[in-house]
Nanobody, 125 residues
């Protein structure tokens, strides 16, 4: 089992920045990839970004490319999502998730085995 705890959400004005953290515990050695997803009210949960736990491979959704940066600190078992130039449409609950099996379809929710509880990000216009 892997436990995930997100933090760093909050209220920010459009154009501002936030950094989300996802602290992992438990069987973290079994994690291959960690991803960030988000879910806005009334919408499906969507892929934001992901990073391999031991490598430098990162993938971003087109909607956040160039504004968001995913990174990891293996010593702290923590993955970060730096969010710059935030827009009102970035408002959502942000979740981190772990893929243990190196699945191909990294943008699918079903490719991830464990999920955190989420952290709210609200961007005002």
């Amino acid at each position: 089992q892997v436990q995930l705890v997100e933090s760093g959400g909050g209220l920010v004005q459009a154009g501002g920045s936030l950094r989300l953290s996802c602290a992992a515990s438990g069987r973290t050695f079994s994690a291959y990839r960690l991803g960030w997803f988000r879910q806005a009210p009334g919408k499906e949960r969507e892929f934001v970004a992901c990073i391999t736990w031991r490598g430098e491979n990162t993938i971003y959704a087109d909607s956040v490319k160039g504004r968001f940066t995913i990174s990891r600190d293996n010593a702290k078992n923590t993955v970060y999502l730096q969010m710059n130039s935030l827009k009102p449409e970035d408002t959502a609950v942000y979740y981190c998730a772990v893929d243990q099996s190196a699945r191909i379809w990294v943008r699918l929710r079903s490719s991830y085995d464990y999920w955190g509880q989420g952290t709210q990000v609200t961007v005002s216009s």
